[in-house]
C-alpha cells in the first residue's frame, strides 16, 4: 500500500505544472521623490548643530538614487540629497517579485514596487553609524527619463 501511494504522489507531482518565475524587474536607471524624514541629530542627508539630544526634527528632502547595475534581483548604485555627497548602496529584491530591502553605508533601506515606473522606498538608520545620527524615511521615488 505504502509503495502504491509513493507512486501516485510522484505521479501526480510529475503531472503538475511547473510554475515559472518571472524574471525581476529591471530597475536600472535614475529615481526621484520627495521624503518626509524624521532625524534625531544630523549627518549628510540633514545637516546642522543637532545632536541626538537635540529634539528630532521633520524635514522634506528630494531623495535621488541611481541604479547603476542589476544581475538577476541584485542591485547596486549610488543615493543622494547633495549631487557633491553620493553615497553607495546594495540591494536584492525578493521571491515576489515586488519587495527589495538592502543597506548603504549607515543605514538600511527596503520597499515596493508599485509599478514598472514607481517605488515605495523607506530608509533607516540607527545611532550606531559614524554620524550617530537616527533616522526614519519614506516616500514614493518615480524613473527619470
Known amino acids: 500500500m505504502r509503495v502504491a501511494i509513493a507512486a501516485l504522489m510522484l505521479l501526480a507531482a510529475a503531472e503538475a505544472p511547473a510554475v515559472a518565475q518571472d524574471a525581476p524587474p529591471d530597475l536600472t536607471g535614475t529615481w526621484s521623490g520627495p521624503f518626509r524624514t524624521v532625524i534625531f541629530g544630523n549627518n549628510i542627508w540633514h545637516p546642522g548643530s543637532e545632536t541626538t539630544d537635540s529634539p528630532p526634527r521633520v524635514r522634506e528632502v528630494t531623495v ?5 547595475g542589476q544581475d538577476g534581483a541584485l542591485l547596486w548604485g549610488r ?4 549631487p ?3 553615497e553607495p548602496f546594495a540591494a536584492t529584491i525578493t521571491a515576489d517579485g515586488r519587495t527589495f530591502t538592502g543597506a548603504d ?8 514596487i508599485t509599478g514598472p515606473d514607481s517605488v515605495d522606498f523607506c530608509y533607516t538608520q540607527t545611532g550606531l553609524g559614524p554620524s550617530k545620527a537616527i533616522v526614519a524615511s519614506c516616500g514614493t521615488l518615480a524613473r527619470q527619463p
Open 79 to 82: 543615493s543622494w540629497s547633495d
Open 64 to 68: 535621488n538614487l541611481e541604479v547603476e
Open 105 to 112: 553605508t549607515d543605514g538600511a533601506l527596503s520597499g515596493t
Open 84 to 86: 557633491s555627497r553620493k
